[in-house]
């Protein structure tokens, strides 16, 4: 219960005070930007934080049917799905609809405030792309990934925040029975468990080292030279 209140304290603490000037409850760290990582243990906590957001902002509550948050290996899944209408993009287009900017943006002003690193992925379903010359799903689903991406710098998330935006076309089906189902085109962010690799302290680094070993001796019978 301790470690849960510790936990609950730390991760609000980012949302009241992102540049860690205040002293966190219960801990002897100040402020809490940069003395505390999200680790898995965390992100159920951010995971409430994020949904809390939400479901107090009208605009965004009536998307909630269109969000989902799911805890994975990589970090805290964020996932905006589409309707068959277009939700957060329009059918066809990489860029972000009214709603869409209204989500975007929110989520940004709140993952901004962490130290996390963050990754953006563009889906689609298996239909064909209808339009013109070589654009396929795979460059619908990269540029809406990247669309999100500016927009989200644009509102919060710091620019070496993003590690990695990929886009998988309709390779990963949320609904494989269902390939052509809409809640398969999707942007999905995902918060990871730590802000960057060179977070990992210099003495624990792969470090190349020379063992010298000693010369063979050939097998002559006789024993080696004494040192």
């Given amino acids: 219960m301790n470690s849960s ?3 609950q304290v730390a991760v609000g603490g980012y949302f009241k005070d992102p540049t860690g000037t205040s002293k966190m409850v219960g801990t002897n760290q100040s402020g809490s930007g940069e003395n505390f990582i999200l680790k898995k243990q965390d992100m159920p906590k951010l995971k409430e934080q994020l ?4 479901r107090h902002a009208p605009e965004l509550d009536k998307l909630n049917n269109h969000i989902e948050m799911t ?6 899944r964020i996932e905006l799905l589409e309707s068959e209408a277009g939700t957060f993009f329009e059918s066809g287009n990489a860029q972000p609809t009214d709603a869409g900017k209204s989500m975007l943006v929110a989520l940004a002003h709140e993952i901004g405030k962490l130290p996390n690193q963050v990754s953006i992925e563009g889906h689609t379903d298996s239909r064909p792309y209808s339009g013109k ?3 396929s799903n795979w460059e619908l689903a990269a540029d809406r ?3 999100a991406r500016r927009l989200m710098h644009q509102n919060g998330i710091r620019a070496d925040q993003v590690s990695q935006v990929r886009g998988f076309a309709d390779q990963r089906l949320r609904k494989a029975d269902q390939p052509e189902d809409a809640s398969n085109r999707r942007i999905s962010l995902i918060v990871q468990y730590t802000p960057k690799a060179d977070s990992v302290p210099p003495s624990t680094q792969a470090t190349s080292t020379h063992v010298s070993t000693p010369a063979l ?11």
Avoid at 71 to 76: F, K, P, R, V
Avoid at 218 to 227: A, R, S, Y
């Fill in 217 to 227: 001796t050939p097998n002559t019978g006789l024993e080696p030279p004494k040192q």
């Fill in 5 to 7: 209140k510790q936990i």
């Fill in 145 to 147: 990934a990247n669309a």
């Fill in 51 to 54: 949904e809390s957001v939400i």
């Fill in 71 to 76: 805890i994975t290996s990589e970090g805290l």
């Fill in 133 to 135: 010359g070589n654009y």
